[in-house]
């Protein structure tokens, strides 16, 4: 993923997916500032997030999970989630991967909010099962990305195609994994 966020710098406008997005470049003002916070906030939702499942700095350092969550919450609230939802609005494929790339970034907000009330109110229990969630969704950018070499490389479908299938596989799988992890835990 660094290597990905890396080939925009120094903020080009003409480089790996932003070539084919010239029309939003030039003719949405606020598109790239959208797009440079998403790619570049995201990036530290996923180093955060991964921090977050250790249960050895859970256990023997609980102000630093605390302080890393904080910056997880921070950065997917105010940053990631809602550039996510801006340049979702604009993705290609058309109205069927606009409408996924809106709801994930929807849903990313939520449960990632929901984690972090739940947690003010004490509630450790659904703060883990909300914030399991939120990474599924953060972790969207890996498997979408996974899913597009996997679909070019079997089947070669036409571009468009391909945004409108990876639109959706790249999160809903990962929050069917997680859901059926949380069934399995609560049948323990």
């Known amino acids: 993923m660094i290597k990905i ?4 710098f ?3 406008t003409d480089v790996a997916f932003l070539q084919i997005k010239q029309t939003e470049v030039t003719e949405i003002p606020l598109y790239l500032v959208f797009f440079y916070i998403h790619v570049c906030s995201s990036i530290f ?29 921070f950065t997917i609230l105010f940053l990631s989630a809602p550039s996510g939802l ?15 790339f809106v709801t994930l970034a929807v849903l990313w907000f939520y449960f990632t909010l929901k984690g972090y009330t739940t947690i003010r109110k004490g509630d450790f ?6 914030m399991y969630r939120s990474f599924a969704l953060s972790f969207s950018a890996i498997t979408l990305r996974f899913w597009k070499v996997i679909i070019v490389t079997l089947f070669h479908p036409p571009p468009m195609d391909v945004y409108q299938i990876i639109a959706w ?5 990962n929050l069917l994994i997680i859901e059926y992890y949380l069934y399995n835990q609560s049948k323990k």
């Open 5 to 8: 966020t890396l080939q925009y």
């Open 45 to 73: 939702v996923l180093l955060a997030g991964f921090s977050q499942f250790n249960s050895t700095l859970l256990k023997k350092y609980p102000k630093l999970h605390q302080r890393i969550g904080k910056l997880y919450v």
């Open 125 to 130: 229990h659904s703060h883990k099962i909300f």
């Open 169 to 173: 596989l790249g999160w809903i799988p």
């Open 86 to 100: 801006f340049i979702g609005v604009f993705a290609n494929g058309g109205l069927f991967s606009k409408i996924s």
């Open 10 to 12: 120094p903020f080009k």
